[in-house]
């Protein structure tokens, strides 16, 4: 039953997005009707109980239904619509949920009224994909704490049974399993949560490490590698037939970091078609977004498409960065879900002007065309064609081949790995990624002064620092000559300036709360 409870409380609050109190409430409700009704077709009669011997636990749920509504309300009024902890901060906030259950149960706190006050606070500000980290810790946190604090039944009971005092019995004899058990259930909850943060994100940068290795044909084949589904059984495969054929030049360590990015966009597609199967679950719920979970599922199909293409197109040009390009619309409309069912709070934000809308809309346009011009420089091959700063092999404008360096479709059966572009093409290519560059950050010093002008100056500095971050590894990469290191942290860089754009468009289009 409490399992049911739990099980029920999590898909209410984290996946239909009731509030914390709502969820409760209303799993015990259901629990009760679904064994009543079970009762009944087992061919019982069970009468409905007395409430007189629950009245304390009556009290203790409504109250902390009550107080978790308020509290609720008050940390979303004080912390502010904006209000996001650091990435790093919501594992560690996972990892000490358990331990502050247990604490609050040595001093007496019912862990109902320790609940609600933790889902209260958490809840609004928590991302959507991590849900299950934070439910994890919170049902693991409680259950430690009904079981091995003084003041829990358990303890009271043994204390009858044995004549020792609870404290005794909870803190002496259970402390090394409780403690045990809170590390465990605290480093699951921030381990779920940290996973689901940095899965979307980390198609893009394991996409960008694949395809910056060359290790884009590591896999020949499609869905599997070499026959096989599993990494190990591939690369076995490879050596093998390297022993046997040693004129084969497979190379065993380019299908590792294929099939990790096969591995994570997979599961990364799961996850969207969970959204999408929920979404139209609850599609009669107020607010409830429904046309952009399902386009998520055509989109995340397409990208499978995509990346079966790459393969078995040789790594050609206009699909990798179509295929780059998709990875990022994915990981911005994912975003743009997330702001969309997320609860609004009131914000001392003056309301956008229309030329701030405007501004911020065409600032995203320009970073949606450079990033595929960044995925254009790459899949060409064309990061290096420059390998000076500012000039470009030594010139401001050395010869260029625009016509050549665009041509966007070449036709079938070309190896495209490495590149079959000449040098001045080439250079022409990363040339007009410099040249964006330039354009894409007067528009992004531009937007930040006037947010800034505007009083929304924490979406100023966060502009700017993203743009600041972004240049930066950009010209250690030249300098450097496109160490792969940097050139992934590139396409990250890209990732959180798109993902910063977004939730400022998102924010200069909703509605004033006050």
């Known amino acids: 039953m409490i399992a049911a409870i739990c099980a029920a409380t999590f898909g209410l609050s984290g996946l239909a997005g009731l509030s914390y109190s709502r969820a409760v409430t209303l799993s015990c409700l259901a629990t009760v009707v679904l064994g009543l009704l079970v009762e009944r077709w087992r061919g019982h009669r069970p009468s409905l109980p007395s409430l007189a011997p629950v009245t304390n636990e009556l009290v203790i749920v409504g109250g902390s239904a009550f107080l978790g509504a308020l509290v609720s309300t008050f940390a979303a009024r004080g912390l502010g619509a904006d209000f996001v902890l650091p990435v790093w901060?919501?594992?560690?906030?996972?990892?000490?949920?358990?331990?502050l259950f247990f604490v609050a149960g040595l001093v007496?706190?019912?862990?109902?009224?320790?609940?609600a006050l933790v889902g209260g606070v958490l809840a609004p500000i928590w991302p959507q994909g991590a849900t299950l980290g934070l439910a994890l810790a919170m049902v693991c946190g409680w259950g430690?704490?009904?079981?091995?604090?003084?003041?829990?039944?358990?303890?009271l009971l043994l204390e009858?049974?044995?004549?020792?005092?609870?404290?005794?019995?909870?803190?002496?004899?259970?402390?090394?399993?409780?403690?045990?058990?809170?590390l465990v259930a605290g480093g699951l909850g921030a381990l779920l949560t940290l996973l689901a943060l940095l899965l979307a994100a980390g198609v893009i940068i394991l996409g960008a490490w694949t395809r910056l290795s060359d290790a884009g044909l590591g896999c020949p084949d499609w869905p599997g590698?070499?026959?096989?589904?599993?990494?190990?059984?591939?690369?076995?495969?490879?050596?093998?037939?390297?022993?046997?054929?040693p004129g084969s030049l497979r190379e065993a360590h380019k299908t590792v970091p294929e099939m990790v990015h096969r591995y994570f966009a997979s599961t990364l597609g799961l996850v969207i078609l969970i959204i999408a199967a929920l979404s139209f679950i609850n599609r009669k719920q107020e607010k409830q977004p429904l046309k952009l979970p399902l386009f998520l599922v055509v989109l995340v199909i397409f990208q499978g498409i995509l990346g079966m293409w790459t393969v078995t197109w040789l790594l050609k040009p206009a699909v990798v960065t179509a295929h780059l390009l998709g990875g990022m619309t994915t990981l911005a409309l994912l975003a743009w879900l997330r702001l969309s069912v997320r609860r609004p709070a009131p914000t001392q934000l003056p309301s956008p002007t229309p030329g701030l809308r405007r501004f911020a809309g065409i600032a995203l346009a320009l970073v949606a065309v450079q990033i595929a011009l960044g995925g254009w420089t790459s899949t060409n091959y064309a990061a290096l064609a420059c390998p000076d700063f500012p000039t470009c092999q030594l010139q401001w404008w050395p010869d260029t081949d625009v016509g050549e360096a665009f041509t966007i479709w070449r036709g079938l059966g070309v190896n495209y790995e490495f590149g079959v572009l000449d040098n001045r093409q080439r250079v022409t290519i990363h040339l007009f990624h410099r040249v964006g560059a330039l354009i894409v950050t007067a528009a992004l010093l531009g937007l930040a002064w006037l947010l800034w002008r505007q009083r929304w100056r924490a979406h100023a500095l966060a502009v700017s620092a993203a743009l600041a971050l972004q240049i930066g590894i950009g010209i250690g990469i030249v300098k450097l000559q496109l160490p792969l290191g940097l050139a992934t942290a590139h396409n990250a860089g890209a990732a959180l300036l798109l993902l910063v754009l977004v939730a400022l468009n998102h924010r200069t289009r909703q509605p004033a709360l006050t």
Do not use: M, Q
């Not at 901060?89 to 331990?99: E, F, N, Q, R, T």
């Not at 007496?108 to 609940?115: A, D, E, L, R, S």
């Not at 079981?147 to 303890?155: D, E, F, Q, V």
């Not at 019995?169 to 045990?180: C, D, I, M, T």
């Open 225 to 245: 590698c070499y026959g096989h589904l599993d990494v190990r059984k591939a690369i076995e495969h490879v050596n093998t037939t390297n022993e046997t054929l």
């Open 89 to 99: 901060g919501y594992p560690l906030a996972a990892l000490l949920v358990p331990w």
């Open 144 to 155: 430690v704490t009904i079981a091995g604090t003084p003041y829990s039944a358990n303890a």
């Open 160 to 182: 009858r049974l044995t004549g020792y005092p609870a404290r005794v019995g909870a803190l002496r004899w259970n402390w090394p399993l409780s403690a045990v058990a809170l």
């Open 108 to 115: 007496g706190f019912n862990p109902i009224v320790t609940g």
